[in-house]
């Protein structure tokens, strides 16, 4: 067996692991409130309420502000880790049942998966750090930083339509029901399958519109020298807010995203890991 070989056999069976894979179920279930919260935040906007961040590292900080919410934090963190390390092995060994173009392009939205996934679970770590954990306030900084050098601008839009085209994909991906193949839908009752089918459109969707209207704040950002445009969906909400309607659009927003939450207690079951 070559050195190759027996890499991958190993890395095969920590991917397997009861362990990891109990985690990962128990992340989705962090992840979901992570975006529960979220979709709290967006609501408080909707309404003209004060909310100090409004996406998901905004949830975090408000989770650890209660009771015991610190542990909660560093629970929802570990499982965030474990749903890192899963997607890792996935986009390095994993998605053996495609094929072809789908098999490469499932192990890149793996790699991407993991990026976000341990991106979130070191803003769990900070929060419980209890340091601050601002996203929107750093890539503002960032952007800030990038529109007065030179080059910058460039750099600038091109994460904005980078964004925006995320969003589009977000969009499809609910919309056709792509999230479907990765669900373990034999085991579902009807019932179920059809709550997942709507869940998963709706809160695809909602993260989708979000994104893109983010993607777009960046690019106008770039535009207008305005870093304060460049603060993600912490922006994009506002934004929102500041349309006609922007209340309705908005808690239509946080119905959604309150949708993707439950998508994501049914994935800790349903879930293929």
């Given amino acids: ?25 128990a992340g989705f279930i962090g992840y979901g409130i992570v975006h529960l919260l979220f979709a709290w ?16 590292s905004g949830a975090m900080m408000k989770l650890a502000e209660q009771p015991l919410g610190k542990f909660v934090v560093a629970a929802i963190g570990v499982g965030l880790v474990a749903m890192a390390i899963w997607q890792l092995f996935e986009a390095v060994i994993g998605h053996t049942d495609e094929q072809g173009k789908r098999r490469v392009f499932e192990r890149i939205a793996s790699a991407f998966r993991t990026i976000v996934y341990g991106y979130f679970a070191y803003t769990a770590w900070k929060v419980f750090q209890g340091k601050p954990a601002s996203s929107a306030d750093s890539q503002q900084k960032t952007t800030e930083g990038l529109l007065s050098s030179g080059g910058g601008r460039a750099v600038v839009v091109i994460a904005g339509l980078a964004l925006a085209g995320l969003g589009i994909g977000l969009v499809v991906y609910g919309v056709k029901k792509a999230f479907a193949r990765h669900l373990k839908t034999g085991e579902m009752s009807p019932h179920t399958r059809k709550l997942a089918m709507r869940l998963g459109m709706a809160g695809y969707t909602a993260k989708g519109v979000a994104y893109g209207i983010a993607g777009v704040l960046f690019v106008v950002a770039a ?51």
């Fill in 223 to 273: 535009a207008n020298y305005d870093p304060e445009k460049a603060r993600g969906l912490d922006a994009a909400l506002e934004a929102l807010r500041g349309q006609a309607y922007g209340a309705i659009l908005l808690t239509l927003m946080a119905i959604g995203i309150a949708a993707f939450a439950l998508f994501c207690f049914l994935q800790s079951k349903y879930r293929k890991v």
């Fill in 1 to 25: 067996m070559s050195a190759v070989s027996r890499a991958e056999s190993s890395a095969s069976r920590a991917a397997n692991s009861s362990a990891l894979e109990a985690l990962t179920r």
């Fill in 41 to 56: 935040l967006a609501l408080q906007i909707a309404f003209g309420k004060p909310a100090a961040e409004g996406d998901q």
